[in-house]
């Protein structure tokens, strides 16, 4: 069955600390991998995304993330956080064919304090 | 920088009643998506659309879910009869071929 699993369901970081959120996957063939974050009340903003090439993608915000087939994961990483980056973050995969639906993780929610 | 609108923001409405929510994708996207939030749950596909067809659904999509493209600009998800399992945020996405889905802000729908 195709999946996500982000096995943080909630993470406390100290402004200026690094961050790394987890993301492991099971489809059927290389999928498209994508990460989104979602303030309160708002819609879902995309970060990053990997279709294909360097493994290691570059995203806003400072964000990246680096694609490990044999790991099936897509990790989320930050060297410095900031207050702002308080959020609820989703990792997504979707099939390489156009149309198809976006299979979401169930998000961690990331906080940070001073 | 082009944005995905969604109207309207917030929806109450009384269990058995109709509602359309209305979005409207980024002009030059050719495949748009509905999505849904149960509060606290995962965000989950309901279907994707393409040249006035639907090109997927999930099993969430039933008969009482319709979606339609009335004009070249807009795109609605038509619930039926509404019940109170509906309540959620509803997304609409839109996009390229083989390209990143944008969502909008979406529309938080209660059912009383």
């Known amino acids: 069955a195709q999946s996500v699993t982000q096995p943080d369901i909630h993470i406390t970081v100290s402004e200026g600390a690094s961050l790394e959120l987890r993301c492991n996957y099971s489809?059927?063939?290389?999928?498209?991998l994508f990460w989104y974050v979602q303030s309160p009340g708002q819609g879902l903003q995309l970060l990053l995304k990997?279709?294909?090439?360097?493994?290691l993608v570059q995203g806003i915000k400072g964000f990246e993330a680096e694609f490990k087939r044999s790991q099936s994961s897509f990790n989320l990483r930050k060297p410095s956080v900031h207050w702002s980056d308080a959020a609820e973050y989703f990792c997504?995969?979707?099939?390489?064919?156009?149309?198809?639906?976006?299979?979401f993780g169930k998000g961690t929610t990331l906080s940070v304090s001073s | 920088e082009p944005e995905v609108t969604q109207t309207p923001s917030h929806q109450v409405t009384q269990m058995g009643q109709e509602v359309i929510l209305r979005c409207v994708p980024i002009?030059?996207?050719?495949?748009f998506y509905w999505y849904r939030q149960i509060l606290g749950q995962k965000v989950e596909f309901l279907v994707s659309?393409?040249?006035?067809?639907?090109?997927?659904k999930s099993e969430i999509f039933d008969d009482q879910f319709s979606v339609e493209r009335p004009d070249g600009s807009n795109f609605t998800l038509k619930i039926r009869s509404t019940k109170l399992e509906d309540s959620a945020m509803y997304f609409c996405?839109?996009?390229?071929?083989?390209?990143?889905?944008?969502f909008g802000p979406g529309t938080r729908l209660t059912v009383l």
């Open positions: 996405a839109s996009s390229l071929p083989l390209d990143t889905q944008y």
């Open positions: 489809y059927g063939a290389t999928p498209y």
């Open positions: 990997y279709f294909s090439g360097d493994t």
């Open positions: 997504a995969v979707g099939a390489r064919q156009a149309g198809t639906a976006l299979i």
């Open positions: 002009s030059n996207h050719l495949y």
């Open positions: 659309f393409y040249n006035n067809e639907i090109s997927e």
